[in-house]
């Protein structure tokens, strides 16, 4: 498996594996190819983004970072970074979410900021599970979703 940045390229790759969640029933937000572009891909606001492939060039996952924008719909303050990730439903439990934390913890080091924000929908055992896992704590609660956060300074 391999963790690189996200290209344009991959917009078709993550637009498929982000349906395949919504298939799965683990996943409400948009997986279009112009929501992933826009959101994932091409944001002005993004720190990080990589995605991990197996051999073949499959996406198996993807990681995002940004900066909360003035349209945030995550309350995330200020300076803070707002951490998505993302794991096709047939590769989960396989260390995929584990990799790209770890490049996506560099980003955050290097844009030094001083924490990351997970907003997961309060049902999402496996994303909850996951950001534990990954050091994050409860910070708050709220219309079904529940905020993890990560101190990094």
Known sequence: MKIRPTTKADTGPISAMLGALRDAGKRIRPCDPDFVRATYVSNPELVASQVAEDDTGRILGLQVLLLPGPDDPFDVPEGYGNIGTH???????????????????????????????????????????????????????????????????
């Not at 909850?128 to 956060?149: C, Q, W």
């Open 87 to 153: 794991v096709a439903p047939d590769a989960a439990r396989q260390g995929i979410g584990r990799r790209l934390f770890a490049a996506t913890l560099q980003a955050a080091r290097a844009a030094a900021l001083p924490a990351l924000d997970a907003n997961i929908a309060a049902d999402n055992d496996d994303g909850l599970t996951y950001y534990e896992a990954m050091g994050f704590r409860t910070d708050r609660t709220g219309e079904g979703r529940i905020v993890k956060r990560l101190i990094l300074s």
